[in-house]
Every structure is written in structure tokens, then in C-alpha cells.
């Protein structure tokens, strides 16, 4: 195996780990919880699933690399809420709004890279512009306003516990 389907492997793999515990931690706001071990687990790799997504050979400015930018500066908010402000008074809400906001870009992204790599739905869209992306990506952006939305609400108000 070469040395960058290695490193592909490495960020494939940051990528579904930060995805997975992902969607624990915003089931965990959801439930007013802020869950210990998979809070900075999902954090950190989605941060470096970002970071190794810019050192990949640069062929110019691409959407992963625009969706890759924007990640990361929604991730400061993230950290900055998390780490420096302790979740006091309304970084609670901005901690909530972008972790789920980072997850989502995540999830995008994967959504895009099974189209582009599964045969069988770069069958169905093999530009990435024909409906059954598009309704793809729009299911998904529709379950994450709801989760974000619920995330948010419950999180604010929510005594803050560990699980």
C-alpha cells in the first residue's frame, strides 16, 4: 500500500471516528449531558480530520479544501466555548450550534465522497449535481437543523452533567 492511500486511509478513518462520536455527543446535548471521553474525541478528530484534509497534493482551491476552512473556524468556536469558556452563560448555545455545525460539514462531506466513490450511487449521480444527491444532501441538512435546533435548546437550559 503506498504512502498516500496510507495517510487517505488515516484521514478516512479520523473522518468516521469524529462522525460517529459526533452524533454522541449531540444525542448527549440533546439530553442535556456533556459526555465526558466522546466530547474530545469528537473534537479533536474532526479537528485533525480538517488538518489532514489540507495535506493531501494541492491540485487549487477545491470545495473540500473551501468546507475544510470553514470547519475549522467553526471548530474555534467550538473550542473556544468549550475550553476557554467553560460553557459559561451563552457559549453554551454557540458550543452546541457549532458542534453540530462541524458535524454536519463532516457529514457532508462523507455524504459527497460515498457519491463520488460507492459505484452504485456514483451510478445515480455521477456529477454530483443530479437529484438523488441533491435530495441526499437535503435530507441531511434537514435532520441536522432538527438535531441542532433540539441540541441547542436542551443544552441551554440543561444542569450540566457528566454521563
Do not use: D
Not at 474525541?41 to 480538517?50: E, N
Amino acid at each position: 500500500m503506498s504512502g498516500l492511500a496510507l495517510f487517505t486511509l488515516f484521514h478516512v478513518a479520523l473522518s468516521l471516528v469524529g462522525i460517529a462520536a459526533g452524533f454522541v455527543v449531540v444525542f448527549g446535548l440533546i439530553g442535556g449531558k456533556k459526555l465526558g471521553v466522546w466530547t474530545p474525541t469528537f473534537v479533536w478528530t474532526t479537528i485533525l480530520t480538517s488538518v489532514t484534509g489540507f495535506l493531501f497534493p494541492f491540485k487549487g482551491v477545491t470545495p473540500g479544501i473551501v468546507l475544510g476552512i470553514i470547519s475549522l473556524v467553526v471548530l474555534a468556536f467550538t473550542v473556544y466555548a468549550l475550553y476557554m469558556k467553560h460553557l459559561a452563560g451563552g457559549w453554551r448555545s454557540v458550543y452546541a450550534v457549532t458542534a453540530v455545525l462541524a458535524l454536519y460539514l463532516n457529514f457532508f462531506v462523507l455524504i459527497a465522497q460515498m457519491f463520488m466513490k460507492v459505484p452504485a450511487l456514483k451510478a445515480l449521480a455521477p456529477t454530483g449535481t443530479e437529484g438523488p444527491f441533491k435530495v441526499t444532501q437535503l435530507c441531511a441538512l434537514i435532520l441536522f437543523l432538527v438535531l441542532g435546533f433540539l441540541a441547542t435548546r436542551r443544552f441551554r437550559h440543561a444542569e450540566l452533567s457528566a454521563a
